[in-house]
T-cell receptor
């Protein structure tokens, strides 16, 4: 877990603004994921990436965008099209074995003012 | 897609008692079932997991059982301690080309009273 960093820890944005959340890892893991967590709820998958320059939509991708230009980095942009962006955002990584474990970063709490 | 149901949503026990949390999944192709513990404001931490070719796995006070026929799996915590208080999430991963996609349950808030 210590090899996954997310920044910033807290983020405030005004309505109508785009904002980018950072996720960096030094675990040499191929796969990376973005989840959203709302109070009292489980984690929902936004986007995921198995390899550099490739990514797939998860269950709630509308209003979000990602890029995967480097193995170590998987930034998430929350666009103004996301109607209810206030949430706790978690990045995770996983090795590319047939079945393996996902490890989570410390999270970014985004609040829309 | 996969759907995971988790029960109960809240669980309160006395220190030293056992706690059991149950999850059911919908897709029989799911083959990996991790459990995560999340303390307030922190990241989820993996506490135990089980593959579909195993019926039970134990790690000290924590155990997980899997019933593939019934499509349910359970987390068992024995001799609970106040530090076990947290939110627990189960998850299921489809095999094949699912790319490690986990579907999570809604979570169980466990409170252990001293």
């Amino acid at each position: 877990d210590g090899g996954i960093t997310q920044s910033p820890k807290y983020l405030f944005r005004k309505e109508g603004q785009n904002v980018t959340l950072s996720c960096e890892q030094n675990l040499n893991h191929d796969a990376m994921y973005w989840y959203r967590q709302d109070p009292g709820q489980g984690l929902r998958l936004i986007y995921y990436s198995q390899i550099v320059n490739d990514f797939q939509k998860g269950d709630i991708a509308e209003g979000y965008s990602v890029s995967r230009e480097k193995k170590e980095s998987f930034p998430l942009t929350v666009t103004s099209a996301q109607k209810n962006p206030t949430a706790f955002y978690l990045c995770a990584t996983r090795t590319s074995g047939i079945i393996d474990t996902q490890y989570f970063g410390p999270g970014t709490r985004l609040t829309v003012l | 897609g996969e759907n995971v149901e988790q029960h109960p949503s809240t669980l309160s026990v006395q220190e030293g008692d056992s706690a059991v949390i149950k999850c059911t999944y919908s897709d029989s192709a799911s083959n990996y079932f991790p459990w995560y513990k999340q303390e307030l404001g922190k990241r989820p931490q993996l506490i135990i997991d089980i593959r579909s070719n195993v019926g039970e796995k134990k790690d000290q006070r924590i155990a997980v059982t899997l019933n593939k026929t019934a499509k349910h799996f359970s987390l068992h915590i024995t001799e609970t301690q106040p530090e076990d208080s947290a939110v627990y999430f189960c998850a299921a991963e489809l095999g094949g080309t699912s790319y490690g996609k986990l579907t999570f349950g809604q979570g169980t808030i466990l409170t252990v009273h001293p």
